[in-house]
C-alpha cells in the first residue's frame, strides 16, 4: 500500500477498508488526463514563479517518462495505489525525486479528479458526436437511395398509410441529429476548467487560473470553487443525453426485429450481424438488435445511480463521488459500443424492396386516399369514410386489395367511382400527393435530404 496521506495516522488501514477506498481499478482510465493536467499545473506553477523553470522541466519530462513506459507495458499500474493520482505521484518521485514532491502545490486530489474526469467525459462528448455523425451519414446514404421505395407507415403497429424508406428512415435521421446537436449543446455548457478550486476553498497560492484553463483547452476557469469540486452535472447530461441516444437506437432495433422476422421479411440482416441457433437449423437470429435493446435499460440504470448517488451530498467533495466513475464509463462503453455496431448493420443491412410495396399494397393504406377520392366528387367526409369502411370489410372477405376490384363492384359500393379511382388510389399517387412539408412524397423529401445534406457539411 503506498498512500499519500501518512502524516497523520499512525495505525494502519484495515486491508478490506483499503481495497473498499481504492479507485485505482478503474479510475487508472486517467492516465493521460492525470498526465495532461499535472503538466498544465506545473507550467502554470512555473510562470508564476511557485516552482522553478529547472523543476518544471523535470516534472514535465518525468511525467511523458511514465506515461511512455505504461504505454509500452514497462510499468504496470497495480493496486498497491489507491487511485491513479497517488500512482503518478510516487512515480515521478521516485523518477525526478524532489522536485516530484512539488507538483501537487496548490492543488487537491479534489480538483485533480474533477479535472481528469472533465477531460476525459469532454473527449468521450466528443467521440459520441463522431459516431452519431457516422450513424447520419449512414441514414442520409439509405434516404437518397429510396425516395421512392414504398413501404407502409404504421399506427399502433397497423398498417396506416403509405410512406417511403427514405421517410421512415427520415424519422431517425431527425432523431439522431437531435442527439449530436445535443452533444455539442453540453460540450458548450462543460467547458470550464475546475483545476485550482484546491479541496474546497481555492488556495492562498497566486496561482492563475485562467492560464491552466488556457493551456487545457478550456474557455476559462470555473468561478465557484466549492461547486468546481461537487459539480457532476456535465456527467448527468451527458448520461441523459446518452440515455436518449440508447432509446432511439432501442427504437430502432424494435423495427430492424420486426422486419427482419419471418412474417414481415422487409429487411435480411448481414450474416455479420446475426447468429444463427444451437438447435434450430434454420434460424438466423437478430442479436445485435435485440442487445442493442437490451442494453438500453442497462444505460437508463447507470443515469439513475449517478442522480441517486448526487442527490444526498452535501458541499462540497465527498468521496461519494467516486462512485460516478463506473457509471460513466459505463454509460459510455455501452453507448459508444452500440452506436458503432448498429451504425455497421444498418450499413450492410438489405431491404426487400418488393416485400415492403407489396406490404403496402395489401394493407388497405391506400383506405384514406379512396375516401378523399369520394370526398372530392362531392361526398361529405363523414359517409365516404363509412363507404370506404365497407369496401375494405369486402376486401377482406376476398382476399384483395381495393386497387384489385373491378369498376362495376366498386360503383355497387358508389355511383361516385370512376376509372380515374385506380390511379387516385394507387401508392404513388398516394405517397406523391404528401406535399406538405416533412411527408414523404420524394418532392418534398429531396429538399429535406439537401437540408439535412447541409447540415452534415458544415458540422
Ligand atoms: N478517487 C477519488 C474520486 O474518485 C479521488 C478524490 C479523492 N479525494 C479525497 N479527498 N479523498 O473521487
Redesign the pocket.
Known amino acids: 500500500m503506498a498512500q499519500l496521506w501518512g502524516g497523520r495516522f499512525t495505525g494502519s488501514i484495515n486491508e478490506l477498508a483499503w481495497n473498499f477506498n481504492a ?1 485505482i481499478s478503474f ?1 487508472k482510465r486517467f492516465l493521460e488526463q492525470d498526465v495532461r493536467g499535472s503538466k498544465a499545473h506545473a507550467t502554470m506553477l512555473a510562470k508564476q514563479n511557485i516552482i522553478s523553470e529547472e523543476e518544471k522541466k523535470l516534472i514535465t519530462e518525468g511525467l511523458d517518462s511514465i506515461l511512455e513506459d505504461v504505454k509500452a507495458g514497462k510499468l504496470e499500474i497495480t493496486s498497491k495505489y489507491e ?1 491513479i ?1 497517488s500512482f503518478l505521484e510516487a512515480n515521478l518521485i521516485d523518477r525526478v525525486g524532489d522536485a516530484g514532491k512539488k507538483v501537487h502545490t496548490g492543488r ?3 480538483d485533480q ?1 474533477a479535472l481528469d474526469m472533465r477531460l476525459y467525459a469532454r473527449g468521450e462528448v466528443e467521440h459520441m458526436a463522431d459516431l452519431l455523425n457516422n450513424m447520419l451519414v449512414t441514414l442520409l446514404d439509405i434516404m437518397k437511395a429510396n425516395t421512392e421505395t414504398y413501404m407502409p407507415g404504421f399506427t399502433h403497429l397497423q398498417k396506416a398509410q403509405p410512406v417511403t424508406l427514405a421517410h421512415h428512415v427520415g424519422a431517425y435521421f431527425e432523431m439522431f441529429k437531435r442527439d449530436l446537436l445535443r452533444m455539442k449543446d453540453i460540450r458548450e455548457r462543460m467547458n470550464y476548467c475546475p483545476l485550482g478550486a484546491g ?1 474546497l476553498a481555492g488556495t492562498t497560492y497566486p496561482l492563475d487560473r485562467d492560464y491552466t484553463a488556457e493551456l487545457l483547452d478550456f474557455y476559462g476557469p470555473t468561478l465557484n470553487s466549492m461547486d468546481s469540486v461537487s459539480d457532476r452535472d456535465y456527467l448527468i447530461e451527458f448520461l441523459a443525453a446518452l440515455s436518449t441516444v440508447m432509446m432511439h437506437l432501442s427504437r430502432f432495433s424494435e423495427e430492424i426485429i420486426i422486419w427482419n422476422s419471418n412474417e414481415y421479411r422487409f429487411v435480411d440482416i448481414d450474416d455479420a450481424y446475426s447468429t444463427g441457433s444451437s438447435i434450430m437449423p434454420q434460424k438466423k437470429n437478430p442479436d445485435i438488435a435485440e442487445l442493442v435493446r437490451g442494453k438500453t435499460g442497462r444505460v437508463y440504470g447507470d443515469l439513475m445511480s449517478l442522480l441517486t448517488t448526487m442527490k444526498g451530498i452535501p458541499l462540497a ?1 465527498n ?1 461519494d ?2 462512485e460516478d ?1 463506473e457509471a460513466a464509463f459505463d454509460a459510455i462503453d455501452t453507448a459508444s459500443n452500440c452506436l458503432t455496431l448498429f451504425t455497421d448493420m444498418l450499413r450492410t443491412l438489405k431491404f426487400n424492396k418488393e416485400n415492403m410495396e407489396k406490404s403496402a399494397m395489401m394493407g388497405f393504406t391506400n383506405a384514406t386516399d379512396a375516401a378523399d377520392y369520394l370526398v372530392v366528387k362531392g361526398m361529405p367526409f363523414r359517409d365516404a369514410h363509412s363507404v370506404i369502411g365497407r369496401l375494405v370489410l369486402h376486401c377482406i372477405d376476398k382476399k384483395c386489395a381495393i386497387d384489385d376490384l373491378k369498376i362495376d363492384e366498386l360503383k355497387s359500393f358508389s355511383e361516385l367511382f370512376d376509372e380515374d379511382i385506380y390511379d387516385a388510389i394507387s401508392l404513388e399517387t398516394c405517397v406523391n400527393k404528401r406535399l406538405t412539408v416533412g411527408a414523404p412524397s420524394p418532392v418534398v423529401m429531396k429538399k429535406v435530404i439537401d437540408v439535412n445534406e447541409a447540415f452534415l457539411k458544415e458540422f
Do not use: C, E, G, T
Request: no cysteine; aromatic share 8%.
Open positions: 479507485s479510475d487511485d493520482h487537491s486530489r479534489n479528479v479541496a467533495y468521496k463521488m467516486q466513475k
